[in-house]
């Protein structure tokens, strides 16, 4: 998919558009009677630069032969002129068909798992589908299946997901994209959107009045797949660290191997918590007695808890 092709997905930010912030697009909703079986997939779970996308498909129950004619597959066996087809095969039914996609930005992804406790991806991701299967169901579509690909415990991410949503019938299990054509329509949603996004980025680091981003480095677009073992990746990582500012906003600050090359070639950095700072300031360094004192207990001549 070319640049050019990326600014006509919906999903996708417009043109000059920086992807700065975690955002959520619906298609129109369908209007055939329900009710209705859903799928869930994501796109770029591993990558170390880009957005995590998780998509969501849904149709009628009823019209799930109807559905099985269209192509719909795992997205990573469809070449990206078959996945920009069965996108807009997406599309063309606004009767029966709909799509949405939760699209979580880098910064995003770094801030939850760099904070304390760290959110990490797991729940970002958890996260990320409870919110679509909920605006699904706010835009008046009764569910009846729910169909979830994911890793890892899949019978208790299944348990969750049916407490969340009691009525609805929830499958999660590995490789859901290539069991169910509904999973696989999330997929080509998710892996388009996300594709759109990193082949169209643009780096609002270079839209500053000065068009400079401290160093006057206007990065170039061959990053390769995102993947920290693509050699395109890792050459492009290693070339764009600025030792002051870091890296654009693409990258995932919280990844382990942008961390190493932060800790090998950017310029090491004190935070000095101020509320600690300003306690330890009320103190006057005494002796004996007085030694590590606050200068208000003992103006006030507090000797002990016992005082007060």
Not at 63 to 87: C, I, M, N, V
Not at 130 to 139: A, G, P
Not at 281 to 306: E, W, Y
């Amino acid at each position: 998919m070319s640049q050019s092709d990326c600014t006509e997905i919906p999903s996708a930010p417009g043109p000059s558009t920086p992807l700065t912030d975690s955002y959520t697009y619906h298609s129109p909703t369908p209007t055939a009677p329900g009710p209705y079986i859903l799928g869930v997939d994501e796109a770029g779970r591993g990558p170390v630069l880009g957005p995590l996308v998780y998509g969501v498909a849904y149709c009628p129950a009823s019209w799930k032969t109807d559905l099985e004619k269209l192509g719909f597959a795992d997205s990573k066996t469809l070449t990206p002129e078959k996945r920009a087809e069965l996108l807009g095969v997406l599309n063309s039914d606004a009767q029966n068909l709909g799509w949405s996609v939760r699209v979580i930005s880098p910064q995003a992804i770094s801030a939850g798992m760099l904070r304390v406790p760290p959110t990490n991806l797991n729940k970002q991701s958890q996260d990320a589908t409870v919110l679509l299967i909920r605006e699904v169901l706010q835009r008046g579509l009764q569910l009846s299946e729910v169909y979830v690909d994911a890793l890892g415990n899949t019978t208790t991410y299944e348990a969750y997901l049916s407490a969340q949503f009691p009525g609805i019938s929830f499958t999660v299990t590995t490789k859901a994209d290539s069991k169910f054509k509904i999973v696989g329509a999330a997929s080509v949603a998710a892996k388009v959107t996300r594709d759109a996004c990193v082949d169209g980025w643009t780096f609002e680091e270079l839209l500053e009045e000065d068009n400079t981003t401290g160093t006057g480095n206007e990065w170039n677009r061959g990053f390769g797949s995102g993947y920290p073992s693509d050699p395109k990746t890792k050459t492009w990582i290693n070339a764009s660290v600025d030792p002051t500012f870091g890296f654009p906003a693409l990258v995932r600050f919280s990844w382990t191997t942008v961390k190493v090359i932060l800790e090998k070639s950017a310029h090491s950095v004190k935070w000095i918590d101020e509320g600690q700072e300003s306690l330890m300031k009320a103190f006057d360094g005494g002796k004996g007695r007085d030694k590590d004192r606050c200068i208000v207990t003992k103006d006030l001549g507090i000797q002990s808890i016992r005082t007060i």
